[in-house]
């Protein structure tokens, strides 16, 4: 078995969630006591948070990539950034280790089109939904069709994941608001909707709707359940 690395505590609320799917995961699929072997840091999300708003990623970058090495250095054979968001500076932190990144973008893509879903909607925060790091990737690396919420909507949908989900608040309002917009983007023509953030799954389950919701934080955690496991070799760098 291949060791895990993730990144986390952006917010440490979905994190847990990473580190509850991988193992249950590899339970799954080994029995018995197994377990996933994980190396993890955990960084404070608090000046990570005010860079992004400032909009320096370059400060982000600087975080995030010393503590990707020293994941590297915990002897993890891969790593995942667990959050969407922050793959804003993926191509940074890659180019710090010499380890695989696994995308979060492109796991949730190949989920989609394993579905044979062409079109889909994208949640998450302002940064996911408006910059081209994300959708970009995946318009134009899988050729899918990508629906975003009018701006107020994205404006909400931003600041319930900031102002209650990273805090571990769970309002059946802020639920409401974000089914309206979930239908919403069906309604553009939708065929699924990506929780492009990592905490969105926390308010949102697929219990709540009948539109296919697909939850990034279990796609990621499956795909590196299949990537530790697999006897094959890791992508390289």
């Known amino acids: 078995m291949k060791t895990i690395g993730l990144l986390g ?21 080994l029995g018995d006591l197994h377990s996933a072997k ?19 990623w370059e400060g982000t970058a600087r975080i995030l990539s010393e503590a990707a090495r020293n994941i590297e250095a915990a002897g993890a054979d891969f790593l995942l950034i667990c959050t969407n968001t922050m793959h804003k500076v993926a191509p940074e932190i890659q180019a710090s280790i010499h380890i695989p ?27 996911t939904m408006e910059l081209p790091f994300y959708k970009k990737r995946l318009q134009e690396k ?20 900031y102002s209650e989900l990273c805090l571990g608040k769970i309002d059946p309002a802020s639920r409401k608001e974000y089914l309206r917009v979930i239908d919403d983007l069906a309604a553009q ?8 953030c990592t ?10 709707t009948s539109i296919p919701l ?4 279990d796609i990621h955690a499956q795909e ?9 070799a890791l992508p390289s760098v």
């Open 224 to 232: 590196a359940v299949e990537w530790a496991l697999n006897e094959t």
């Open 142 to 161: 899988y050729k899918l069709k990508v629906k975003i919420p009018e701006k107020s909507d994205r404006h909400m949908v931003h600041e319930v994941i």
């Open 38 to 56: 994980i190396a993890m840091v955990s960084v404070d999300f608090d000046p990570i948070e005010r860079l992004q708003h400032q909009g320096d």
């Open 189 to 196: 023509g939708a065929e699924a909707v990506i929780f492009g």
């Open 9 to 29: 505590g952006m917010s440490w609320e979905s994190t847990q969630e990473y580190y509850r799917a991988i193992n249950v995961k590899v339970k799954e699929r």
């Open 101 to 127: 990144l696994l995308h979060i973008a492109d796991a949730t893509a190949q989920a989609v089109l394993g579905k044979g879903i062409k079109t889909v909607g994208l949640l998450g925060t302002a940064f």
């Open 214 to 217: 697909l939850d990034t934080v």
């Open 199 to 208: 905490e969105i799954g926390l308010l949102v389950k697929q219990v709540d």
